[in-house]
């Protein structure tokens, strides 16, 4: 935790300058309150700027940001609808990913973006993050451009679809 503080008070101004909005989606409830502080700090100093999100995911877990969105629509007295809960995920200020690349060889999501990952391509390298570079990037890339994406649907109905825009 101490290295976290340390880095922010380094890193954080320097973003600022650049323009970088800095979020951290995640479990604050069992941090210290200096660290805490920090990221409150943090967020609340770049809040305005608009050249880039940086999140940074700390201490977060897919199905905590789903239990915390549908917690939050509960004490409210709304409804859960797919709409209404992704309203109220942590990461909802940005876009669901297009592709997701996981390093080390893992063949799993690890309880990362549940809920976000629904139509997100999936990319498995057997590099561990450290020898990430950007060789492996294109290799990602590469494939993502390769594919079909259908957002759940089959072949045959985008082809309907087009059919029908083109008419």
């Known amino acids: 935790?101490?290295?976290?503080?340390?880095?922010?008070t380094r890193e954080?101004?320097?973003?600022?300058?650049?323009?970088v909005r800095i979020h951290f989606p995640g479990d604050k409830a069992r941090?210290?309150?200096?660290?805490?502080?920090?990221?409150?700090r943090a967020e609340e100093l770049t809040a305005s700027n608009q050249k880039l999100t940086l999140n940074i995911c700390f201490n977060y877990g897919g199905r905590w940001d789903v239990c915390q969105a549908a917690e939050q629509l509960r004490q409210d007295g709304l409804?859960?609808?797919e709409a209404s809960l992704t309203a109220r995920l942590a990461l909802a200020h940005s876009p669901d990913p297009?592709?997701?690349i996981r390093t080390g060889g893992e063949l799993r999501?690890?309880?990362f973006l549940i809920w976000q990952l629904a139509y997100a391509e999936l990319v498995f390298l057997d590099v561990l993050w450290p020898e990430f570079d950007v060789k492996h990037l294109q290799q990602a890339l590469d494939q993502f451009n390769g594919?079909?994406?259908?957002?759940?649907?089959?072949?045959?109905?985008?082809?309907?679809a087009d059919v029908v825009?083109?008419?």
């Open 98 to 100: 297009d592709l997701l």
């Open 31 to 40: 941090l210290s309150d200096a660290v805490a502080a920090g990221l409150l």
């Open 147 to 160: 594919r079909e994406r259908r957002f759940g649907q089959t072949s045959e109905q985008l082809a309907a």
């Open 79 to 81: 409804p859960i609808t």
């Open 165 to 167: 825009q083109v008419n």
């Open 12 to 19: 954080v101004p320097s973003l600022h300058e650049r323009g």
């Open 109 to 111: 999501i690890s309880n």
């Open 1 to 8: 935790m101490e290295l976290m503080a340390k880095s922010l």
